[in-house]
Structures are given as C-alpha cells and as structure tokens.
C-alpha cells in the first residue's frame, strides 16, 4: 500500500511524516505554525512538498489540528492558532495538492494511531486521554472514530464535574479539565507549596513558587520526594474522577493515556486505577477497563492523521 503523510498542526509547529502502511515513519519535516489562514495554508502546503521530495509518493494526506472541526474539514475554530475560524482546510489541501485530504481534531487522531499502532491496537473500544495544557480525548467505538453530530464530540475536557470548582480555560467552572489537566496540577502544586506541604517542588523551582508548574512536580517524583507523591495521588484521584464518568457512558475496554505526565509512569498511573475503580458503577460486578500509557508519544498525531489517511 502507498504511504501516507500525516500532520500534527500545534500551536508552535507544523510537523509532518510519511508513515507506511504498518505505521512506520519514514521521513519527518517540519515548519513553524504561522497565524493566518493563508499563512497555515501555506505552511502546510511547504511540509507536503517537503516530503513528496523523496520517492515514493504518497496516496492521501491527513491532517490534525486543536480545534472544532466538521465532516467536511472545515476548522470553525482552533483556539491555539490567531485567525483560523472557518476555514475550508480540507479543500485548499485538495485543490492545491491534487491528492484526497482528511481533517480532524488533534486528539481524535492520535486516538486513531494509537487505535492502530500503538497501546490500543486490536481494541475496538477505547477511550484516549491527554493531559497536557487541557484535557484532550478520542474516542474508539466499534472501531470507528466517534464524532458526533457535526464532527465535534469528544471535547472531554469540557464537561462539569464541579459547578463551583476552578475557572476552565473556556471561561466555565469546574469542567474535568480545570481539575484534571497539567496545568491543574501545576495549580494544585503551588497552592501547596504555599501553604509550606510541598518543599521538594519548591526546591525543583529554584525556590521561586510563583514559577511552579507540573514540570517540577515530576522532576520532584523522580527524585523520591514524598510530598510530590503526595500531590500526583491527589491529581490522580481528579483525573480519575472524569475518567469513571466516561467509562459509565462509554464503557471502553482500555482506556489510554497520553501527554507529558505520562512520564511519571507508574507513580501516576497506580493511584489514578485505584481512585477509579472505586468510583465505576457496579466496580465489583463488570470487567475493568484497563488503564496504560500511550505507546507512540509526540509521533501520535502524525501517525494517526496518516492512519486516517489511508481510509480516503
């Protein structure tokens, strides 16, 4: 089968690859995201001619990119990109390219990658998670991609878990993700740290409290450090608040998690199953969705908008 490229549009790169049939990455380009909607256009466009340079070609594109976007690869909004609301992505790629073109939500094809090639591969119902600046997800069913009504399901971040709980990035209290994303930890920790419980993430800090982020909570785990311990089981419980929520209306079989935490391994995964299964409906009566690590990392966009490619 031909290759594929797959892209990953951040808020900071455009990253691209050509990803075989069998999810290996050939070749890797990459350029600045610009802000624009012809700018964007534009820097897409130089990444696939970047990596059509080479033989072989390649049979479709696929595209990744934060933000709401429709069936017909139209982005009505990409909160991390100045200037991109309704935005026929999709059909500039086509027209300017000749080759068929797929785009999608950021997570929702990093689902599909690890769906296909990663920590999730063979599942045919599964739910990925990433916890990075917010709470991003996809969701498998039935070995589909679910996307809702009009392409833009599984903002699982964005649901209200406490109607008085912390200011979401959206402007609205108390979603999943102002409890359960890096950044929430990064709050949780110098709320601690200022009330004297956190002296391990204070010194990773270089003693500057105010600076403290989930960075340095990992860098204090790492070293043993018994009060960021303490905070990652905290965190993990918030984390595992949501995830026994969506279980209950998804039932997936293995749920997978994704984003920089994720280095913390164990040290965070361990709490986050125990505060869950004692949260899932009838815990002691069903079979336990399995939680694990994402397999792929930073290529798991790329390779999965590549993987959705090769169904064009």
């Not at 689902?111 to 739910?127: K, P, S």
């Not at 993430?201 to 270089?206: H, L, P, R, S, Y």
């Not at 709490?271 to 792929?296: C, H, N």
Request: glycine share 14%.
């Amino acid at each position: 089968m031909t290759p594929t490229i797959g892209i990953d549009v951040g808020g900071t790169n455009v990253r691209g690859a050509v990803v075989t049939s069998d999810g290996e990455v050939v070749r890797e380009r990459h350029r600045p995201t610009p802000d624009g909607e012809r700018e964007l256009v534009d820097a897409l466009l130089g990444v696939i001619a970047d990596l059509r340079d080479d033989p072989p070609d390649v049979a479709a594109v696929g595209v990744g990119i934060a933000g709401l976007v429709d069936f017909d690869g139209v982005v009505h909004y990409a909160p991390n990109i100045h200037g991109i609301l309704g935005v026929p992505l999709r059909d500039a790629l086509t027209d300017a390219t000749g080759l068929p073109v797929v785009v999608d939500n950021d997570a929702n094809v990093a689902a599909w990658g690890e769906a296909r090639f990663g920590a999730a591969a063979g599942c045919n119902n599964c739910l990925l998670i990433t916890l990075g600046t917010g709470v991003g997800g996809g969701i498998v069913t039935d070995g589909h991609l679910y996307r809702g009504g009009h392409g833009f399901a599984a903002e699982i971040g964005h649901f209200q878990v406490d109607p008085d709980g912390p200011l979401c990035a959206c402007g609205e209290r108390g979603h999943w993700e102002a409890i359960a994303s890096g950044t929430a930890l990064g709050r949780m920790a110098r709320e601690a740290a200022a009330a004297g419980h956190a002296p391990s993430v204070v010194e990773a800090a270089a003693g500057n409290v105010d600076a403290i982020t989930g960075y340095h909570v990992t860098a204090a785990v790492r070293a043993g450090a018994p009060d960021a311990r303490a905070l990652v089981t905290a965190y993990a419980t918030n984390v595992a608040i949501g995830l026994a929520g969506l279980a209950n209306i998804l039932d997936p079989t293995r749920i997978v998690v994704s984003g920089g935490l994720i280095e913390m391994g164990e040290t965070l995964l361990r709490p986050m199953r125990d505060a869950f299964t004692g949260r899932i409906e009838g815990a002691a009566r069903r079979p336990q969705p399995e939680i694990v690590a994402a397999t792929l990392g930073e290529k798991a966009g790329m390779i999965g908008a590549a993987a959705l490619a090769m169904l064009a």
